[in-house]
């Protein structure tokens, strides 16, 4: 099956600063979004971008589909964008998903 | 909120028992995705469901098994309930092959 890929697997940011998480994926996808997952557990729609570049307030994602990977842009990083971040991808019929990365903004 | 309701919450039973959890999608979606999240699996596709059919199998064990109604409604049962069974368990829905939409998830403990 496909393989999805997400670096780093953990980040420590100060508060205020920027980040990019990267997630490759190694086949064709007709799907790909980008979730937050918050501490409580739930899975936040952040961005559903199968190519192009969207931009949400402090969000921005970016997905080259011919190159397979997708970029997530956090700027001006608050402790509330602490969670895991996960990039899934559907080459078919259901979303797979990457591991995630940990993202912890301290004060 | 995303539209999608799953109930119970949380749900804590022993082991060898059976437990239904329910998933109502977003009004107008037919697909309905069923997700296992533990802590060394990661997110894992279970099941899908388009308008009552099923569509895709994922990772799913012979002990679980689901069902779509024909108001969309979906549950998942999970039978002879093991100790690794526990786990965060999400419903998803879509409409055809766009972006999905997670409910908060029912937390399972086994003990």
């Known amino acids: 099956g496909i393989q999805v890929e997400q670096s780093p697997p953990d980040l420590i940011l100060q508060e205020g600063a920027n980040s990019t998480l990267r997630c490759n994926f190694s086949?064709?996808?007709?799907?790909l979004q980008w979730f937050h997952q918050n501490p409580w557990g739930q899975l936040i729609n952040l961005f559903y971008?199968?190519?192009g570049t969207k931009q949400n307030g402090r969000l921005s994602a970016t997905t080259v589909a011919t190159e397979r990977y997708s970029l997530l842009y956090i700027s001006s990083s608050q402790t509330t964008d602490s969670g895991v971040y996960f990039c899934?991808?559907?080459?078919?019929?259901?979303?797979?998903f990457g591991k995630g990365t940990s993202l912890l903004v301290t004060p | 909120d995303s539209g999608v309701t799953q109930t119970p919450k949380h749900l804590i039973t022993a082991t060898g028992q059976r437990v239904t959890l329910r998933c109502s999608p977003r009004?107008?979606?037919?697909?309905v995705y069923w997700y296992q999240q533990s802590l060394d699996q990661g997110l894992q596709f279970l099941i899908q469901?388009?308008?009552?059919?099923?569509?895709a199998k994922g990772n799913i064990l012979e002990r679980f098994s689901a069902q779509q109604f024909p108001d969309l409604h979906s549950e998942l049962n999970l039978s002879s309930l093991e100790l690794g069974d526990s786990a965060l368990y999400f419903c998803?829905?879509?409409?055809?092959?766009?972006?999905?939409?997670f409910g908060q998830g029912t937390r399972l403990t086994v003990v």
């Open positions: 998803a829905s879509s409409a055809r092959n766009t972006e999905a939409f």
């Open positions: 086949d064709s996808v007709n799907n």
């Open positions: 971008i199968p190519s």
């Open positions: 899934a991808v559907k080459p078919g019929y259901a979303l797979n």
């Open positions: 009004s107008g979606d037919l697909s």
């Open positions: 469901y388009y308008n009552g059919e099923e569509r």
